[in-house]
């Protein structure tokens, strides 16, 4: 059941699967050498953490995200993650500074490549989060990256990152290494807020995405 979920998780974050594409669970366990039964107990897995639909006899389809949803997983990101940098903050040394000018730099150099940006975006965020050392704090703030990131994506695909996200960045690291605590946290919360009206906009101008499915009911 891990491999099979963490195989399809995997995919998803990285929008192999659009929304609205159905997924057959004959053929995904084939592809991963594994049985039907791990597959669909992931696919009902994914579908609690809002990332599938499941419906009578029609099997999984992936789903999409509507306007509302983004905003909220955003507004939710902020306050997790900006508590997460501030706990984090007695753990980060010299040597976990280096990795996350290390991180941004990944960054810098694959401004271009909209997926390897994504990536290591995510990467930065998870190094820093992870230095909480408060796990139920860090599965929430990945499961919330998980439900958006396939949408990030294909949004950033069809558009440039947005002006500040640089600028949010390395402000965040002058932040961190001046160790102040309200300063980390106002510095966190404002980067991942920041992102929110470019991307509602994107949403509301038309950016050629697949229609949410709607709930299951």
Same mark, same amino acid.
């Given at each position: 059941?891990?491999?099979?979920?963490?195989?399809?998780?995997?995919?998803?974050?990285?929008?192999?699967?659009?929304?609205?594409?159905?997924?057959?669970?004959?053929?995904?366990?084939?592809?991963?050498?594994?049985?039907?039964?791990?597959?669909?107990?992931?696919?009902?897995?994914?579908?609690?953490?809002?990332?599938?639909?499941?419906?009578?006899?029609?099997?999984?389809?992936?789903?999409?995200?509507?306007?509302?949803?983004?905003?909220?997983?955003?507004?939710?990101?902020?306050?997790?993650?900006?508590?997460?940098?501030?706990?984090?903050?007695?753990?980060?040394?010299?040597?976990?500074?280096?990795?996350?000018?290390?991180?941004?730099?990944?960054?810098?150099?694959?401004?271009?490549?909209?997926?390897?940006?994504?990536?290591?975006?995510?990467?930065?965020?998870?190094?820093?989060?992870?230095?909480?050392?408060?796990?139920?704090?860090?599965?929430?703030?990945?499961?919330?990256?998980?439900?958006?990131?396939?949408?990030?994506?294909?949004?950033?695909?069809?558009?440039?990152?947005?002006?500040?996200?640089?600028?949010?960045?390395?402000?965040?690291?002058?932040?961190?290494?001046?160790? *102040?605590? *309200?300063?980390?946290?106002?510095?966190?919360?404002?980067?991942?807020?920041?992102?929110?009206?470019?991307?509602?906009?994107?949403?509301?101008?038309?950016?050629?995405?697949?229609?949410?499915?709607?709930?299951?009911?």
């Amino acid at each position: 059941e891990r491999d099979a979920y963490d195989c399809l998780l995997e995919s998803l974050r990285k929008g192999a699967s659009p929304a609205g594409d159905r997924l057959i669970a004959e053929y995904i366990a084939v592809a991963i050498s594994a049985s039907r039964m791990p597959v669909r107990v992931a696919f009902r897995r994914l579908a609690t953490e809002g990332l599938l639909l499941i419906r009578p006899n029609r099997g999984a389809m992936v789903r999409g995200i509507t306007v509302a949803e983004m905003r909220e997983v955003f507004e939710m990101r902020a306050v997790l993650e900006a508590q997460a940098v501030r706990v984090a903050l007695p753990h980060l040394g010299a040597q976990e500074l280096r990795d996350v000018e290390n991180l941004l730099d990944r960054m810098d150099r694959h401004g271009a490549d909209v997926q390897q940006w994504v990536t290591h975006h995510r990467n930065l965020h998870e190094y820093l989060c992870g230095l909480s050392q408060r796990p139920r704090l860090i599965a929430q703030i990945a499961a919330l990256h998980s439900f958006v990131e396939p949408h990030m994506r294909l949004w950033m695909e069809h558009t440039a990152k947005p002006n500040s996200t640089e600028h949010d960045h390395h402000a965040l690291l002058h932040a961190l290494r001046r160790g *102040d605590p *309200d300063e980390v946290e106002e510095a966190m919360r404002e980067h991942i807020v920041s992102t929110i009206p470019p991307l509602e906009k994107l949403m509301v101008d038309g950016v050629p995405l697949p229609a949410a499915a709607p709930h299951q009911p």
